[in-house]
């Protein structure tokens, strides 16, 4: 298994610009979520999926869009990218809906808005 | 969910065990603890969890007080490569809602 896989690993944007952060895993998880990580800080919650074609907001929501179509897949879209967004992003999921899971993290992804 | 303090470094030397203290005074009944750690810039790495009793895995003990106001993490024989950023998480969310604060810098020192 490879787990969870997030593509691009670095990615520099200019402020307008839109692109998509990809996430995949194969571990037939239901729950998907996507965290940013700033400089010196611990992570924030984005955008999270309880199964496919289910998603709900975190507590820095703003500014991103999500959807989960299949169970591997839960991309994350900036749709106009500000500087603010600067930022590492992990993403994780977990096998079921219990609050004993763990989750397993992607190696992240650096972004840099210019 | 509750809040939590945890010192912000810690050193400990390499083969000795590394203690590491998390205060969680308003935990309520239902709330899990939960410790991550991450190393250098990777992605965050699942240690383990407990509700009221002491719990042991192959990577760690946790220790929760039995009035559930403290807990502490235990690596039994630290080494260079435990040097992480260690998180740990209070929650009555599901695992995909934990929140992350700042976490303690544990640095293994040969």
């Known amino acids: 298994n490879a787990g969870v896989t997030q593509t691009p690993k670095f990615q520099v944007l200019k402020t307008g610009q839109s692109m998509t952060l990809q996430c995949a895993q194969d571990?037939?998880?239901?729950?998907m979520s996507w965290y940013r990580q700033d400089p010196g800080m611990g992570l924030r919650l984005i955008h999270y999926?309880?199964?496919?074609?289910?998603?709900d907001q975190g507590e820095v929501p703003n500014g991103y869009n999500v959807s989960r179509s299949t169970t591997e897949d839960f991309p994350l879209r900036l749709l106009s990218a500000a500087p603010s967004q600067t930022s590492v992003y992990f993403c994780?999921?977990?096998?079921?809906?219990?609050?004993?899971?763990?989750?397993?993290f992607g190696s992240g992804t650096q972004l840099s808005v210019l | 969910d509750a809040k939590t303090t945890q010192p912000p470094s810690m050193d400990c030397a390499e083969g000795r065990a590394a203690n590491l203290p998390c205060n969680h005074s308003?935990?309520?009944?239902?709330?899990?603890v939960y410790w991550y750690r991450q190393i250098h810039s990777q992605g965050p790495q699942y240690i383990i969890h407990?509700?009221?009793n002491n719990e042991t895995n192959e990577m760690a003990s946790l220790i929760i007080t039995e009035d559930r106001k403290s807990s502490t993490l235990i690596l039994p024989h630290a080494t260079l490569r435990d040097t992480a950023v260690y998180y740990c998480?209070?929650?009555?969310?599901?695992?995909?809602?934990?929140?992350f604060g700042a976490g303690t810098i544990l640095r293994v020192k040969s």
């Open positions: 999926s309880v199964g496919a074609g289910i998603t």
């Open positions: 407990g509700l009221k």
């Open positions: 994780a999921s977990s096998y079921g809906n219990l609050r004993n899971e763990k989750l397993f």
């Open positions: 308003t935990i309520s009944g239902n709330e899990y």
């Open positions: 571990m037939n998880h239901e729950y």
């Open positions: 998480i209070v929650s009555v969310g599901y695992g995909n809602k934990l929140v």
